[in-house]
């Protein structure tokens, strides 16, 4: 079971980006899925979650901002960010949880820089 995020990148403040953490190894069409970050310096913090039934939870700070989305079918979790900060500026983790037995699946971290 692997998670691969992508689409990290510098991006000037205002601007967006659109990450996308693609599953592989079996369908996450049951899974909860879930985005966070850790700024340099600072611990993991939740950013966005969509449960298998679409239900869908942002952190107070990005709300009006970005967008988490899935594709069941291409096994994918999306996070579209617009009108990025400084602040938004860390590594940007994916992860999967199965709601059954709570067991946690996290991909590797894509990195957004945020200029001002």
């Known amino acids: 079971v692997q998670l691969q995020a992508s689409g990290g990148g510098l991006v000037q403040a205002g601007g967006s980006l659109r990450l996308s953490c693609a599953a592989s190894?079996?369908?996450?069409?049951?899974?909860?899925l879930g985005w966070f970050r850790q700024a340099p310096g600072k611990e993991r913090e939740f950013v966005a979650a969509?449960?298998?039934?679409?239900?869908?939870a942002y952190v107070d700070s990005v709300k009006g901002r970005f967008t988490i989305s899935r594709d069941n079918a291409k096994n994918t979790v999306y996070l579209q960010m617009n009108s990025l900060k400084p602040e938004d500026t860390a590594v940007y983790y994916c992860?999967?949880?199965?709601?059954?037995?709570?067991?946690?699946?996290w991909g590797k971290g894509t990195q957004v820089t945020v200029s001002s």
């Open positions: 969509v449960s298998s039934g679409g239900s869908i």
């Open positions: 190894g079996r369908s996450f069409s049951g899974y909860g």
């Open positions: 992860k999967a949880r199965n709601p059954w037995d709570g067991m946690e699946y």
